[in-house]
C-alpha cells in the first residue's frame, strides 16, 4: 500500500461549483499535513496547511480527519484558475524511521471548465 | 528574503556526462528535499539532507546518483554518467528544522531543473 493516496481525476467541475476531494495516509503516526498546487511544469506550491480542527482560507477549507487517516480538500465557488493538480503532503513524526520527510500523493488533477 | 532558488533553469547534457544541479535553501532553513518528476507523473522522493548530514536517501538510485548539503553553500545533487532515462524536472525543498515542531514543517520549492539528455 502507498504510503500517501489519492484519486488521480480528473475532477471536471463548472466555474462557479464546489469540488472536494480525499487523500488517505498509511502512517497513523503522522504529524503535519498539507495540501501543494501544482500547474502545468511548475513548481508545487504551498496552497495551506491541514489543522486537527480544520481550517478555512478564503474558497478553500481542509479538513483532517485522524480516526479513519484521510484528509480533505474543499473548494467553493470554482474559478477557472483553480485548474491545477492538488498534491496531498504528510509529514511522519519523530516515532518513525521517516520522520520530517515530506511524503507526497500522487495528486488529483482538477480542471474548471467554464 | 529569496525563496528557494535552484540552477540552472535548464541543463542539457550529453550521455556520459555529468550533471550538477544547485539549490540554495530558504534563508534559515536547515533541511533540504529532493523530487524527480518525470513527464506525466508524480513527484518521487530522492533524498533528504541536513547541512553535512543525508538523513534519507532511500529514493536515491544506487548508482550514478549522489547529494550532499555542506556548511557552506548550496545542496548539491549530481548525476554521473547521464543516460537518457534521467531527463526529468528535479525540484529542490528546503523547510526549518521539522523537529521544532509541526508548525516549523512547511516546505517550499525552488522552480526547479529541468535535464534534458540528448
Known amino acids: 500500500r502507498k504510503e500517501v493516496e489519492q484519486d488521480p481525476g480528473p475532477f471536471n467541475v463548472p466555474e462557479g461549483a464546489t469540488v472536494a476531494f480525499n487523500c488517505t495516509y498509511s502512517?497513523?503516526?503522522?504529524?503535519?499535513f498539507f495540501w501543494y498546487r501544482q500547474d502545468c511544469r511548475k513548481e508545487p506550491k504551498l496552497l495551506m496547511s491541514?489543522?486537527?480542527s480544520g481550517n478555512e482560507d478564503g474558497r478553500f477549507t481542509a479538513q483532517l480527519n485522524r480516526a479513519s487517516q484521510y484528509i480533505s480538500l474543499l473548494i467553493r465557488d470554482s474559478k477557472l484558475s483553480d485548474s491545477a493538480t492538488y498534491l496531498c503532503v504528510v509529514i511522519p513524526d519523530m516515532t518513525t524511521d521517516s520522520w520530517g520527510k515530506l511524503q507526497f500523493g500522487a495528486g488529483t488533477q482538477v480542471v474548471v471548465t467554464p | 528574503n529569496a525563496g528557494v532558488m535552484q540552477n540552472p533553469r535548464h541543463l542539457v547534457r550529453r550521455r556520459g556526462q555529468e550533471a550538477r544541479l544547485r539549490c540554495s535553501p530558504m534563508k534559515g532553513h536547515s533541511h533540504v528535499y529532493w523530487y524527480r518528476q518525470l513527464p506525466e507523473e508524480g513527484l518521487k522522493f530522492m533524498v533528504y539532507?541536513?547541512?553535512?548530514?543525508?538523513?534519507?536517501e532511500s529514493g536515491m538510485p544506487k548508482e550514478r546518483f549522489s547529494a550532499e548539503f555542506p556548511k557552506e553553500g548550496p545542496s548539491i545533487l549530481r548525476i554521473q554518467q547521464v543516460v537518457r532515462g534521467d531527463s526529468a524536472a528535479y525540484f529542490c525543498?528546503?523547510?526549518?528544522?521539522?523537529?521544532?515542531?509541526?508548525?516549523?514543517?512547511?516546505?517550499?520549492f525552488g522552480q526547479g531543473t529541468r535535464l534534458t539528455v540528448v
Open positions: 525543498a528546503s523547510s526549518l528544522d521539522p523537529e521544532m515542531g509541526t508548525r516549523y514543517t512547511e516546505a517550499f
Open positions: 491541514v489543522y486537527s
Open positions: 502512517n497513523s503516526a503522522s504529524q503535519s
Open positions: 539532507l541536513q547541512k553535512e548530514n543525508i538523513i534519507d
